[in-house]
């Protein structure tokens, strides 16, 4: 299927990527060729196919309930765009 | 010194010929002379790494070291290191310092070895040629106009280059192997599961493998016995008795070592699309492993061709997810001026990413939107168990397969960078492997003569599932009847 520039600025939203009008030009051009490459697949019939997501059959562990981390707050806080008594800042959301 | 094999340096070091801290600054010395060329390093720390060294030193002296104890191996800035700048290639984690330590790092810090330094690569992995990484291109020491590959590039260099005694790759969809064939040395990428992803910043989490990039099989064999094991914090780590990966080697001598191995030929891996040279001396390479004893079968991987339309709708739709974290919150880039909440986000983003980062993430959150789930990744997921089904049925009809690593040789920088579709086919032998989660290696085959300059080619071996040892077997008893392997590139 085709995109267009309407689709392009849905997606960037969806992604939360800001995109120009000028750039939304030159991702679609892109986008399309990739997604044309892509289209390859559906000449192939699945019907019946069981889908792989994991080499192994291997199922997902459990651990313990145990308490296992400790507080390292202020080192990861220390990397933060923004903190102020513990707590990383963000805009305003709630009026 | 800087084209001994890991044993032989690991010899110099225990019979206190050169300490830990001679052969560490030796190599820092290299790469001030060299890097600033051929940028294969992003972070250096010269104090952090000596120290490194001087305890490693202290441990030899004290009797209790191990074969990679005060060697130094350069870091992909994948890997997440206590300390260390740790930013994926991109500007997203340009002011990032690793908080904690990649179970890869804590692996080699328990091993004794030294982290040489951080090195470049393609931003957040995504990319061939290493021309997405924010921090500028690397050159390929074999030819500097011309690109390393990658994503692995920066690595790939700096063993090329011999700027580091070894180095660590990861492999999404050919970034260790790739580049292996590209800069003329040795790659691996192991069966998936069987290295730790903890603290490997995500691309791809069902495809990513990390694994060793050096100069011989042997030296890798070494690298494999310190990275492998499980690791609980990864979901997806595999629980295997430990192996040692070297214990086939000493056999790899002799007139026909390699007596009875049945070599699948895919006729897949020689059809359009290949490089006439890079054909002959793959095929080179082939008549010479017969010599050792090989067999050939012709098999057939009919599914190859569908791996690029499936990897890229699988890669992408796992990495717009993986990547949604680099919001600007807890770290990361925040963008300097914004409105609300959403604007930061948007414009932290937007700033923060590349180019191809941003492609990926939006065919990513394209694929997995409301209504397209079953035409793209559901479809994707079966038609790549079509592609494991393949390889499980050649492996009924032979040992390993061969074939090239890469379409062509080493390309000039630039000259894809603007074609996403073209750059993507550079990994149409690669991809595959990821995609069934099956262990692949690329080792020096030979040279081919472009315009002018011998460049690098490799062949690709690819082993069944936790066939690694088997695979470092077969590319060990090549290794001691050629000498590509040996081979470095003038001007260093």
């Not at chain 1, 981390?69 to 923004?82: C, G, H, V």
């Not at chain 2, 990361?332 to 604007?343: F, I, K, S």
Request: with cysteine; charged share 20%.
């Amino acid at each position: 299927m085709s995109l267009s520039i309407s689709d392009i600025k849905r997606i960037a939203t969806l992604a939360r990527i800001e995109v120009s009008d000028s750039e939304a030009e030159v991702t679609l051009h892109k986008l399309s060729g990739i997604l044309g490459l892509i289209e390859e697949m559906q000449a192939v019939d699945t019907t019946g196919i069981v889908p792989m997501s994991h080499s192994q059959d291997v199922t997902q562990r459990l651990r313990p309930d145990l308490v296992t981390k400790t507080d390292q707050r202020a080192l990861f806080q220390s990397i933060a765009p923004a903190v102020e008594d513990g707590l990383y800042l963000v805009p305003k959301v709630i009026e | 010194m800087i084209n001994n094999s890991l044993k032989q340096l690991g010899a110099m070091l225990a019979s206190k010929q050169i300490s830990s801290v001679e052969m560490t600054t030796e190599f820092l010395d290299r790469i001030d002379q060299h890097n600033p060329d051929i940028n294969a390093y992003i972070a250096l720390d010269r104090e952090r790494t000596l120290a490194q060294a001087a305890a490693a030193d202290a441990r030899i002296a004290a009797g209790t070291a191990e074969p990679l104890t005060g060697i130094p191996i350069a870091q992909k800035d994948i890997f997440v290191a206590k300390g260390w700048q740790t930013t994926c290639g991109s500007r997203m984690l340009e002011s990032f310092i690793g908080p904690y330590d990649a179970g890869v790092i804590e692996r080699f810090d328990a091993a004794g070895a030294v982290n040489l330094g951080k090195t470049n690569m393609d931003e957040f992995a995504m990319g061939s040629s290493n021309e997405t990484s924010y921090f500028g291109c690397v050159k390929n020491p074999w030819d500097r106009s011309r690109v390393p590959g990658g994503s692995s590039g920066g690595s790939a260099a700096a063993v090329a280059a011999r700027l580091c005694a070894a180095a660590t790759g990861t492999d999404t969809g050919g970034s260790i192997r790739q580049p292996a064939s590209l800069c003329g040395f040795s790659g691996l990428k192991p069966t998936y599961g069987l290295v730790s992803r903890y603290g490997m910043i995500a691309f791809a989490s069902s495809l990513d493998q990390a694994g060793p990039m050096a100069k011989s099989c042997e030296d890798m064999a070494l690298m494999m016995n310190v990275m492998t094991g499980f690791d609980a914090r990864d979901s997806t780590s595999l629980q295997r008795d430990k192996e040692d990966y070297t214990r086939g080697l000493p056999a790899m001598t002799g007139d026909k070592p390699l007596a009875g191995l049945r070599v699948g030929l895919p006729r897949e891996f020689f059809a359009d699309g290949l490089n006439a040279q890079v054909g002959s001396v793959v095929q080179a390479a082939i008549d010479e492993y017969c010599k050792l004893g090989a067999e050939i079968v012709s098999i057939s991987l009919p599914n190859t061709r569908l791996s690029i339309p499936v990897y890229y709708v699988l890669a992408p739709a796992e990495a717009s997810s993986n990547l949604s974290r680099y919001d600007g919150v807890r770290y990361g880039h925040r963008a300097p001026e914004y409105t609300d909440l959403m604007d930061m986000y948007c414009k932290s983003r937007a700033q923060g990413f590349g180019a191809e980062v941003k492609r990926r993430i939006l065919i990513g959150t394209y694929v997995l939107s409301a209504g397209y789930y079953d035409a793209y990744y559901l479809k994707a997921q079966q038609i790549r168990r079509l592609i494991a089904d393949d390889f499980a049925a050649a492996f009924t009809q032979c040992d390993v397969i061969m074939g090239p690593t890469a379409p062509g040789t080493a390309f000039r920088s630039g000259e894809k960078a603007d074609d996403p579709v073209a750059m993507y086919l550079e990994d149409l032998y690669t991809i595959a492997v990821n995609l069934a989660g099956l262990p692949g290696m690329s080792i020096p085959a030979g040279f081919a003569e472009v315009e002018g300059k011998a460049l690098p080619v490799g062949l690709q071996v690819i082993g069944n599932y936790f066939d690694e040892a088997r695979m470092l077997d077969i590319g060990h008893a090549y290794q001691q009847v050629t000498d590509w392997h040996t081979r470095m590139p003038e001007g260093v």
